[in-house]
T-cell receptor, first 116, second 111 residues
């Protein structure tokens, strides 16, 4: 049982380049999330998907797009990378049980992205 | 909108001393609160949840609705407790849920 798998683990981009961060979970969870982690800022929600076929903006969505390809996969795309997007990105998944979220979220190992 | 506040970015405590990591929340509904921990070079993982009223690795957290707080406590700190701690709030609304984190507190245990 792999849990939540993110790829790649590390990436360096030039300003203006595009890339997609991949995330997959094998726990049949409904909800999936993308966060960025910056020193002193904690975890900030970029986008989330409460269920297959739905996506919603989080706290810091500008410069990003997402795609919930199926129940397992939730990708994050940077269309034109900027240095301000240098960060560590985490994907997470969470089961949804009758509308009550009493169980834990599971996280990927993170993607360290540097934009130069 | 829901919000989670962790006022301390850094906290240093001597080994064997008590630890308290503060967390306050704002949410008009019935909150579901969690503490997550990130040890060095590891992914975030759940430490404990308020609904379970459990003690994990000696840590406890009590939900105080009057003070809108969910502080994490441990009576005697250990070196392996050094980590980044995040308080989190889950809001569920007709199947649409969101997990919101605080800014985190980096706890360092001094030997």
């Amino acid at each position: 049982n792999a849990g939540v798998t993110q790829t790649p683990k590390f990436q360096v981009l030039k300003t203006g380049q595009s890339m997609t961060l991949q995330c997959a979970q094998d726990m049949n969870h409904n909800s999936m999330y993308w966060y960025r982690q910056d020193p002193g800022m904690g975890l900030r929600l970029i986008y989330y998907s409460a269920s297959e076929g739905t996506t919603d903006k989080g706290e810091v969505p500008n410069g990003y797009n997402v795609s919930r390809l199926n129940k397992r996969e939730f990708s994050l795309r940077l269309e034109s990378a900027a240095p301000s997007q240098t960060s560590v990105y985490f994907c997470a998944s969470h089961p949804l049980d009758s509308g009550r979220s009493t169980t834990e979220a599971f996280f990927g190992q993170g993607t360290r992205l540097t934009v130069v | 909108a829901q919000r989670v506040t962790q006022p301390e970015k850094l906290l240093s405590v001597f080994k064997g001393a008590p630890v308290e990591l503060k967390c306050n929340y704002s949410y008009s509904g019935s909150p579901e609160l969690f503490w997550y921990v990130q040890y060095s070079r590891q992914r975030l993982q759940l430490l404990l949840r308020h609904i379970s009223r459990e003690s994990i690795k000696g840590f406890t957290a009590d939900l105080n609705k009057g003070e809108t707080s969910f502080h994490l406590k441990k009576p005697f700190a250990q070196e392996e407790d050094s980590a980044m701690y995040y308080c989190a709030l889950v809001v569920s609304n007709f199947g649409n849920e969101k997990l919101t984190f605080g800014t985190g507190t980096r706890l360092t245990i001094i030997p």
